[in-house]
């Protein structure tokens, strides 16, 4: 959903603001980028069940209830996370066509 927001931004972008916001150049960044982002979202996944496992197995009084906590938040997180860079970029797109501001290198 993201890809395709930044992708739809930015051939909307080109002829109304003069730059492709949104796509990087060369568009194989965008592909590198999502395949980083797989690989540290799994991390971060991963990450999360070791920590719950320490916590859970010090016997630490926070145990109650962490796991469902933990993850509920994390997925917030992870959502926003992973919108941001859309946001991002349609929020630059409209400021760039509001104020008549070109991007840098636009010709």
Known sequence: M?????VYCGLLSEP?????IGIPD???FML????AYGIAANVCYTAGWIVEKHIVGRGSPS???FGLRAFSRG???????TLFPAILTWA????DL???QRQSGAQ
Do not use: H, Q, R
């Open 26 to 28: 060369p568009p194989i």
């Open 32 to 35: 590198l980028g999502i395949i």
């Open 63 to 65: 145990k109650d209830g």
């Open 75 to 81: 997925v917030t997180f992870s959502v926003g996370l």
């Open 92 to 95: 630059v797109f409209l400021f």
């Open 98 to 100: 509001t104020t008549g």
């Open 2 to 6: 993201t890809t395709g927001l930044m």
């Open 16 to 20: 109304l603001v003069g730059a492709a």
